[in-house]
């Protein structure tokens, strides 16, 4: 019997390891992964990401391009900014395909192949798509990626390079992933969906045990993220309970969720303010453009459970941040990341990060994704 299932996040329900069922038949929530015998086990005392327990039978089977270990940087130029003298980035942008979904991708690709999956069906704002196109390549699945017409085109050339068909839809964010599902269906394909695969999830954890091996003991106090659908944010709070289960961490790091003004709703409903998808607005942060993201409740319990916050940051400050982290620190992150320090800002002017703690800022994407000058 496999050791595998996954749990509904909402009501615990209980499904087996099929790639078919993305969310709960009874209430419709995300699932996560759940693994019988290993969560009563703890990781391996010499601890890495390759040894984190991850949803797969044979794990030698796997697809890598070598995703992960991303280096740590301080950013002293940036603390001088804010007077807060450790502030570190994790240069998330040197994955394989640019950004940090390919950990992710990574794991969502090696579960299709090892459950003899051909061909599937994505939908993204344009750099999880060029990431499961390249992931794909490698194991000779065909992919569809249903993406916004206006994405960044060096995305849309990206997913197309890797030999992935590219189907560009007008409209909002939310009319790509209506136009996937209708592919799917209509095409009986599977429908790979890393917002909602509990796999894609699964793979982002290893996040959290790349912080440990490169902090050890001295964990940052903060993790501050720019946030969409949260797979990073709640791959890593995974990754984090994980190993304080095991006993290899004592206190999970401070989780800070941030948005653009734009498209809040996690802001909004941590806030306890009503969000309507109809208020979504343009936003240069493309990235974390999701106006309703279903993992929404999973977020905010995280943001709570670690003491964090959600905060909303405008255009300009997105825009002034993307240019100060390149002119001041040789960093040319997506405007998308770029949103993260203008929330550090915030969260340091509100009182929420002491000036004398550590914060850690993943830089999500590279910015010769997406040129656009704005
Ligand atoms: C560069 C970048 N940063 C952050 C995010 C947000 O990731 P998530 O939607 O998993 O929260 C995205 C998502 O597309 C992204 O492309
Ligand atoms: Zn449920």
Known sequence: MSHISLHCVQCGASFPANMLILQCDRCQSPLD??????????????????????????????????????????????GQLLGSERIYGKLE????????????????????????VKEIVEDSSGNAGASIAAYSARAGIKAHIFAPADAPSSKIRQIKVYGGEAHLI??????????????????????????LSPYFVEGTKAFAYEVLKQFGDGLPDHIVMPVGNGSLFIGAWKGFQEL?????????????????????????AFEGLEWSIKNVQQTVAGGISVGNPPRLQ????????????????????????????????????EPTSAAAFAGVESLIKQGHIKRDEVTLVPITGFGLKDTAEY
């Open 244 to 268: 304080k289960a095991g006993g290899h961490i004592k206190d999970i790091p401070t989780l800070h969720c941030v948005q653009a003004q734009a498209v809040r709703p996690i802001v909004d």
């Open 93 to 116: 942008f040197l994955n394989p395909t640019g950004s940090f979904k390919d950990r992710g991708t990574a794991t969502l690709i090696s579960v299709a192949l090892e459950h003899g």
């Open 170 to 195: 007008a409209g909002p964010r939310e009319a790509a992933t209506e136009a996937a599902v209708d592919f799917y269906q209509k095409n009986n394909l599977l429908y790979a969906s890393h917002n």
């Open 33 to 78: 992964v759940f693994y019988e015998v290993i969560t009563s086990q703890s990781p391996p005392r010499d601890l890495s990401a390759r040894q984190m327990p991850i949803p797969m039978h044979d794990e030698s089977a796997g697809v890598t391009l070598g995703e992960g270990d991303t280096p740590v940087v301080l950013l002293p130029k940036v």
């Open 298 to 333: 999973q977020v905010v319990s995280i943001i709570h459970a670690t003491g964090g916050q959600a905060v909303a940051v405008s255009e300009s400050e997105i825009l002034r941040w993307h240019g100060l982290l390149s002119a001041q620190e040789g960093i040319y992150a």
